[in-house]
């Protein structure tokens, strides 16, 4: 075929202003337009062991199980809740909107019992509502699930005394922080959230294609005791934390190129400071 037949890539311009992706910085595409390193290059564990340390300052918190899972933020959904529920265990969905929802379905998938509470879209949970739920379950929840920031209606959930409420009930606190990470305030050891998942593709400033996910030593207990290993091989936390760990067990190949970007969008946040980043995030939707 004719090397005239498909032109040089040349990508229109494009002011992205939809929830993701959104733009991403100058920095963050020259990183990735350095050279790859292998999987097993102590050069390549530095820059892993360095993006994690910035994910726990995005994420508010010193989770040592913090990493980016390959794919977008719906593998980080299904990596949590592939690994936190085993078949039969009760999960309890609060869902105000179309990611509330997508969380019943992907739990379905792995066979928890799922208890569904629904408030019209747009609007949040009180915490007197998830306890009702809790109590009246059909199934005692081991998991409650809760979106963060639901991107289909714009509101915003309270966290504020979530962790402590689902604690007291002895099950793990979820949160959907795909939108929210690097947006708006997220304190996940404050609010006592067991496991946070995000993308990178949406406040973080990044490409899509990684999924940061956060958890708990609360958390961790609940993953270690399972009865069986999760039934999804390529999301499997424990195995994946042995690669993103002082251990470097090869898993799967993990894209460098992603790793360089997400470090330079955090390196960006944290140059920015979370706080005047989250005030730009508010001046600009108010605007
Ligand atoms: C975008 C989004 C997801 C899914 O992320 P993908 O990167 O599209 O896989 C999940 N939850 C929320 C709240 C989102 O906004």
Redesign the pocket.
Known sequence: MANSTYSDLNPSPRLLLG??PSMVHPRVLRAMSTPLLGYADPEFWKLMDETQELLRHTFQTKNEMTLPVS???????ETVLANLLEPGDGLLVCAA???GN?LEEVALRHGAEVTKIEKPWGEVFAPEEIEAALKTAKQPAKVVAI??????TGALQPMDGLGELVHRHGARLVV?????RGGVPGKVDEWGVDAAYS????CLGCP?GL?PVSLSERAREAIHKRKRKPDIWYFDLEALFKYWSSERVYHHTVSGTLVYALREGLRLAAEEGLEARWARHRANAEY
């Open positions: 929830p993701g794919g977008t933020g719906m593998a980080g959904m909107g179309f990611f997508r979106v963060h920031a639901e991107t289909s959907d922080c795909v939108t929210s993308g990178t593709q949406k899509p999924a």
